[in-house]
Nanobody
Framework: VQLQASGGGLAQAGGSLRLSCDVS????????MGWFRRAPGKERECVAA????????YYADSVRGRFTISREKAKNTFVLQLNSLKPEDTATYYC???????????????????WGRGTLVTVSS
């Protein structure tokens, strides 16, 4: 299973970006998928997660109301829409997936089966 993240780049404060994570090598039929980020000088954190059925989501307090996670089942892809960006959103973003639906463990990074390579998001003030 491979995860390929795309969509990072440079945005101005208040702007938007859309990150996509394409999954190959398996069809997602269960589990938890989401996005982590590591900002300079900080630990990696989970910013958003969604379960396979799409009816359960998690957002970090710092992004709730500004970021939206969704999945496109037909495309085996999940997406993070970043709106109202702030300079403190500058980070390398990683998509990730775990197979068993253990969302709490996933959010705490205790259970992650696959990682994508990071994509850099830079927000200028």
């Amino acid at each position: 299973v491979q995860l390929q993240a795309s969509g990072g780049g440079l945005a101005q404060a208040g702007g938007s970006l859309r990150l996509s994570c394409d999954v190959s090598g398996a069809t997602l039929t269960s589990g938890t998928m989401g996005w982590f980020r590591r900002a300079p000088g900080k630990e990696r954190e989970c910013v958003a997660a969604i379960n396979w059925s799409g009816d359960g989501t998690y957002y970090a307090d710092s992004v709730r109301g500004r970021f939206t996670i969704s999945r496109e089942k037909a495309k085996n892809t999940f997406v993070l829409q970043l709106n109202s960006l702030k300079p403190e959103d500058t980070a390398t973003y990683y998509c990730a997936y775990e197979r068993r639906g253990w969302m709490i463990a996933f959010i705490g990074e205790k259970r992650v089966d696959y990682w994508g390579r990071g994509t850099l998001v830079t927000v200028s003030s």
